[in-house]
């Protein structure tokens, strides 16, 4: 079996699922328990469901232009 090194992209994602796992079981479990403060930390579990992706996605858009960039540096210095 060949074992490729995971990309900083492919990373960042494998992360990004499991912190979205967590936020769904935590939205769950405030969803069902009554407690001070509960309807602040159930909204703040839906906003960071819906915003993780969302810097995931500016993330990996960055690193690709960062990456092309240094790539483009690269290849004009050795010319």
């Known amino acids: 079996m060949d074992k ?3 990309t900083p992209k ?3 994602a494998l ?3 499991g912190l979205l796992v967590l936020l769904y079981l935590s939205t769950l479990v405030v969803a069902c ?8 930390l159930f909204q703040a579990c839906l906003v960071a469901t819906v915003g993780l ?6 993330y990996i858009w960055l690193y690709g ?15």
């Open 15 to 17: 992360v990004c699922v």
């Open 4 to 6: 490729k090194k995971k």
């Open 33 to 40: 328990l009554n407690f001070p403060g509960a309807d602040r």
């Open 10 to 12: 492919q990373i960042a």
């Open 53 to 58: 992706p969302i810097l995931l996605w500016i």
């Open 65 to 79: 232009k960062v990456k092309d960039r240094y790539q483009e540096k690269d290849s004009d210095g050795k010319k």
